[in-house]
């Protein structure tokens, strides 16, 4: 079975442009996360989906994040525009519950020029 | 916020040897999780304590927890230089609707 596909792996772009995120989480997991990760640091959670709802996104930089989830599945996390404290890693995870266990991504590497 | 601390910062041992990370964390949880990170790579789900048991093994991972002192420990046993990489602890607050929050890590190198 495939675990959680996260693209692209790396991104380097200039501040103030746009960036998009793609992850396809496992199938039947309900439970989707976005977090991000600076580095020597753990995974800070950015938004928390159950099917299409956004049920904890009170860490997310509303200003310039966006994040969907369009059917439940597959979700998108977009910075417009980015900033130079945006370079990070961003980290998808799948769940069965939003208690249990969480299957991460590869991650997506952003560099902010 | 980041609700779990892991110690130490980094741990340098020998291969063969046992290695000890300790997670403190502030507030009740449903449960609690050990993740390990390889450099450049995705976190990886090792083990999981509910907040009713106070101990836990899987292979050569034992967990503990300690709930009275808000508190975790993670013991790798005869440690191999593959389990060099980072270990994070995350906790499930009981607060309805928080989801999985994690520590800061223990960055641990097995040399051979």
């Known amino acids: 079975e495939a675990g959680v596909v996260q693209s692209p792996r790396y991104k380097i772009i200039e501040k103030k442009q746009p960036v998009a995120f793609w992850c396809n989480p496992i199938?039947?997991?309900?439970?989707l996360y976005w977090y991000r990760q600076n580095l020597g640091q753990g995974p800070e959670l950015l938004i928390r989906?159950?099917?299409?709802?956004?049920?904890?996104d009170s860490q997310l930089p509303k200003d310039r994040f966006s994040a969907e989830r369009l059917k439940g599945v597959d979700s998108t996390l977009k910075i417009q525009p980015a900033e130079l404290g945006d370079s990070a890693v961003y980290l998808c995870?799948?769940?069965?519950?939003?208690?249990?266990?969480?299957?991460f991504g590869e991650g997506s590497r952003l560099t902010v020029l | 916020s980041q609700q779990g601390e892991e110690d130490p910062q980094a741990l340098s041992i020998q291969e063969g040897e046992n290695a000890t990370m300790n997670c403190s964390y502030k507030?009740?949880?449903?449960?609690l999780q050990w993740y390990r990170q390889n450099s450049g790579r995705g976190l990886v789900h090792l083990i999981l304590i509910r907040s009713n048991e106070r101990e836990k093994h899987s292979g050569r991972l034992r967990v503990t927890l300690d709930t009275s002192k808000k508190s975790s420990s993670l013991l790798i046993t005869a440690s191999r230089a593959a389990d060099t990489a980072s270990y994070f602890c995350?906790?499930?607050?009981?607060?309805?609707?928080?989801?999985?929050?994690f520590g800061k890590g223990t960055t641990l190198s097995v040399s051979s």
């Open positions: 199938s039947g997991h309900n439970t």
């Open positions: 989906y159950e099917n299409e709802e956004a049920v904890d």
């Open positions: 995350a906790t499930v607050v009981n607060q309805a609707g928080t989801a999985l929050i």
């Open positions: 995870a799948s769940s069965a519950q939003y208690t249990g266990e969480l299957f």
């Open positions: 507030t009740s949880i449903n449960n």
